[in-house]
Nanobody, 122 residues
Framework: VQLQASGGGLVQAGGSLRLACAASGRTFSDYAVGWFRQAPGLERSFVATISRGGGVDSYADSVRGRFTISRDNAKNTVYLQMNSLQPEDTAVYYC????????????????WGQGTLVTVSS
């Protein structure tokens, strides 16, 4: 499956963005999807994940209550709604997919998108 992440940009603190991860090539509903991020100088970290059917999701503590992951399998797309953004959310955001249960471990994912940059100004 090929993944294309989009929706990043520059936003002021307190603002919102919605990222999208569009998939092509395979039956998207067979794949759990995760969002990860990598800030400058830091390692990649888990943000959120959603199960194949969308019924189960999980969030990093740092984003729980502010970010919401969802999916529309008819459109082969997973979304990450990000509210109350803070400067520490600045990072390149990546979506990833695996043909199994959702996971918080990036090493469990087989397919990755190219990343989209989110910059939050103070």
């Amino acid at each position: 499956v090929q993944l294309q992440a989009s929706g990043g940009g520059l936003v002021q603190a307190g603002g919102s963005l919605r990222l999208a991860c569009a998939a092509s090539g395979r039956t998207f509903s067979d794949y759990a999807v995760g969002w990860f991020r990598q800030a400058p100088g830091l390692e990649r970290s888990f943000v959120a994940t959603i199960s194949r059917g969308g019924g189960v999701d999980s969030y990093a503590d740092s984003v729980r209550g502010r970010f919401t992951i969802s999916r529309d399998n008819a459109k082969n797309t997973v979304y990450l709604q990000m509210n109350s953004l803070q400067p520490e959310d600045t990072a390149v955001y990546y979506c990833a997919a695996r043909q199994s249960l959702s996971s918080r471990n990036g090493n469990d994912y087989d397919y990755w998108g190219q990343g989209t940059l989110v910059t939050v100004s103070s």
